[in-house]
């Protein structure tokens, strides 16, 4: 957790020294033009990840998932990320009258016919 912080105070302590501009370094305060430029990031990020800015380092920070919008709807900031989903159970389809009939082991009585079989999947390494 410390070299995520390491880094993130640096840049804090740091920014306030001057300001990159379009001329290069500035050691005034930013135009207006460049006020606006943050607020359109700040949009840009909650339009199309429902996070702030503050949000994204606050997840880098931590390792959850946080969300102010989030916050606001349910009134928990940062939640644990999603576990993976569960395996998907083997199944074996055979021929009906109607429709086809699916099994979670072979079914072999008469003349069923398979039609198709989703196999269990192999466990990752």
């Not at 390491?6 to 001329?23: E, N």
Request: net charge neutral; proline share 9%.
């Amino acid at each position: 957790m410390i070299r995520h912080i390491a880094p993130l105070a640096a840049f804090v302590l740091l920014s306030g020294c001057a300001f990159v501009g379009r001329d290069g370094i500035e050691t005034e305060m930013a135009r207006v033009g460049d006020a606006n430029l943050f607020l359109n990031l700040e949009v840009l990020s909650v339009i199309n990840t429902k996070k702030t800015l503050t949000d994204h380092v606050a997840t880098w920070v931590t390792g959850k998932d946080c969300s102010t919008i989030r916050a606001q709807r349910e009134g928990v900031w940062c939640v644990d990320w999603p576990g993976p989903p569960p395996p998907r159970q083997q199944v074996y389809c055979y021929s009906s009258i109607a429709r086809p009939s699916c099994y979670s082991q072979p079914y072999n009585e008469g003349n069923d016919r398979l039609i198709g079989f989703v196999p269990a999947p192999l466990p990752v390494r």
